[in-house]
Every structure is written in C-alpha cells, then in structure tokens.
C-alpha cells in the first residue's frame, strides 16, 4: 500500500501550564484516591506548535530540551500491563541511555 503524503501545517492550541503559589509556597500533595487533590492552578496560553515533519534531526535534547528518536518497540499490542513494564519500559530506559 502506498503511502500518502500529508502537508505540513502548524496546529493552533490551548496549554495549561502549572501556576505556582503566588506566595512560593509548594504545592499542596494529591492522593490518588482523592481526585479533588488533583485541581491545581493553571496558566493558560494560546500557541501554535509548529510542525517539524521531515526537520525531526534538527532537534537535539542539549538544545531544545526535547529529541526524535525513530525507534522500534517489541511490544506491538500494548494491552498487557506486565508486558508494557517488562518489555517497553525496559526499551526506553535503554533508548534513554543510548540517547
């Protein structure tokens, strides 16, 4: 089957960013089993993330905090939990270190 070539284009958005305490005191904690725990203040911001299709190896995590790696996985299914941490996790954690 051939493949189909998308154009490129930028994609106008909404980031919620975590808002610190104006005081500089830390967060308050959040409980898993208490999901109210988990409402924190946020800073909202229009952005456009551009799209770097066909650019991906001009980005370097020393330079832009962030890196594309093109990497196969053995796992294909990721529906097995015990699968996912002892093949995937395994993976990336090697790829991490490769990086």
Known sequence: MASVAVQKHDVHTTLNFF???AD???AGPAYMARPETF????????????????????FSLDRH???YVK????EKD???PDRIRDVYYKEIGQMVKDV
């Open 39 to 58: 409402e924190r203040p946020q800073d909202t911001r229009e952005v456009v993330i551009q799209d770097v299709t066909g650019d991906e190896d001009m």
């Open 65 to 67: 905090g962030f890196q």
């Open 78 to 80: 990721f529906v097995d």
């Open 71 to 74: 990497r196969a996985s053995a």
């Open 24 to 26: 500089g005191s830390p």
């Open 19 to 21: 808002k610190p305490n």
